[in-house]
């Protein structure tokens, strides 16, 4: 089963907000809806799709500006992990699984960037990595609640793990490509290559 994928550049912040759907049933996730929500909304009329759930890889405000309205309008479940402080109709923790039809997206808890980011695994096919991991990169950890130590052990520990051939659906577009995979990033992205947490951390401050 191949999932439809929609990746639709939003905002002036360089944003990604995702749809991935099961076109046999129909159903369909909005991953962080912000601004430009009629490209939103076009594209599920068009291609027949019913929002299900409007999932958040962590609730940053660039990440979470549409979530009310699509909500609405789609009749869509709010999901988010459990560590969001925002209003959710579902507090998903690591590890848990999110159907969309036939889909089935895991949940892995990957914070640094926030307390409750979280990437969406599918399995053997893709990865949606929010604020974690970007094409070349990895989000900011010099905001409040944001934690370089943790960020370590998401990057080394859970992503640098996973099956290389997994696409990468990043949060922004801010690397050179829109999309990479896993195999490809531990290769040339230079906040994944191999380093002590030590080294990690006094990097990390060095760039920030």
């Known amino acids: 089963m191949k999932p439809a994928i929609l990746q639709i550049p939003v905002g002036q912040m360089a944003n990604f907000t995702y749809i991935i759907a099961d076109d046999d049933s129909g159903e369909a996730a909005v991953i ?30 660039d990440h979470v500006l549409g979530n009310e309205q699509v909500a609405e309008v789609a009749g869509a479940k709010i999901i988010q992990h459990e560590n969001s402080k925002l209003q959710k109709d579902i507090a998903a923790k690591d590890g848990d699984t999110i159907e969309i039809g036939s889909i089935k997206l895991k949940v892995m808890h990957t914070p640094g960037h926030s307390k409750d980011s979280m ?74 290559q191999p380093r002590s947490k030590q080294e990690f951390l006094e990097f990390m401050v060095a760039g920030d």
């Open 119 to 192: 990437c969406l695994i599918l399995e053997n096919q893709l990865i949606f990595t929010g604020d974690t991991l970007f094409v070349g990169n990895c989000g900011r950890t010099d905001l409040p609640g944001s934690d370089p130590e943790e960020m370590y052990h998401s990057l080394f520990d859970r992503l640098a793990m996973l099956d290389e051939k997994l696409v990468v659906y990043p949060g922004h577009n801010y690397g050179s490509a829109p999309t990479s995979t896993i195999g490809n990033e531990k290769k040339t992205n230079y906040v994944l």
């Open 32 to 61: 962080d809806p912000s601004w430009d929500l009629d490209d939103v909304f076009h594209a599920l009329k068009k291609n027949g799709w019913k929002a299900k759930y409007v999932i958040n890889t962590h609730t940053h405000f």
